[in-house]
């Protein structure tokens, strides 16, 4: 398989399902070996399979990135098996709404591990082989794709700490930027609206049926929409980064 990734590595977190999976079939189908990555370690194999069977390369890593140690082993892990690191793109993430005077502080604790503490570990793992990839790699430019959120933009009530997680990573993702750009080292930060997903069968119930009924009043985006930004993000030349991306489905106000 040729194409504008050839030669580069590509690490794609919470892989097993929507954005991920989509994100890692497209980076594969450019030329990038990727790394897909999410504890759902029969779902990833699946993955694995229809990349190869398309003519492409992927490696499973069922990995946990939110326990204690686990990112910094995965990327260890991944550059030592596959020789370097060119992409990464941090798209694990929960979304647990509800009002604050009903929510358990499980959830709220969740989304700070996995949507900001998870991510967190990932990218101070990866940066020292991002840069190295930039230096040294056949296209002279590394990618750091963070997945936020419209939510990372407008506070919504009922969803505080999901506002709370996905304003850190638009916000962390900008500071990286300006700190790496003389290092060819793009930093961007994807902020979808609402993608048709698992991550409202996550939600508890009563909670759960409230924003069914709200996706159901709109077409809604779909994963590939989103692995499509993704895809022109991380293929544009050297010269060219793109620092911020927000979608919305076209009827989403």
Known sequence: MS???????????????GIGEAAALSLAAEGAVVAV??????????????????????????????????AEALIAQVVEALGRLDTVVNNAGVMLLGPALDTPFEEWQ???????????RVTHAALPHLVTAADTGPRG?????????????????????????????????EALRQEL????????????????????????DGVREGAEAWYAGMETLRAEDIADAIHYIVTRPRRMAVNEMLIRPTEQV
Do not use: C, W
């Not at 759902?40 to 140690?69: C, E, N």
């Not at 990372?152 to 990573?169: C, E, H, I, M, P």
């Not at 290092?183 to 698992?198: L, N």
């Open 3 to 17: 194409g504008r990734l050839d030669g580069t590595v590509a690490l794609v977190t919470g892989a097993s399902s």
């Open 37 to 70: 990555v999410a504890r759902r370690k029969d779902r990833l194999d699946d993955l694995v399979t229809r990349v190869q069977d398309a003519g492409g390369s992927a490696h499973a890593f069922g990995v946990d990135i939110t326990a204690p140690g686990e």
């Open 110 to 120: 969740r989304m700070v591990d996995l949507n900001l503490s998870a991510l967190l």
């Open 141 to 173: 430019v590394a990618d750091l794709v963070n997945i936020s959120s419209v939510a990372g933009r407008t506070a919504s009530a009922g969803a505080a700490v999901y506002n709370l997680t996905k304003f850190g990573v638009t916000a962390m993702s």
């Open 181 to 204: 750009t003389g290092r060819h080292v793009r930093v961007s930060a994807v902020e979808p609206g609402a993608v048709t997903t698992e991550l409202t069968q996550h939600l508890r």
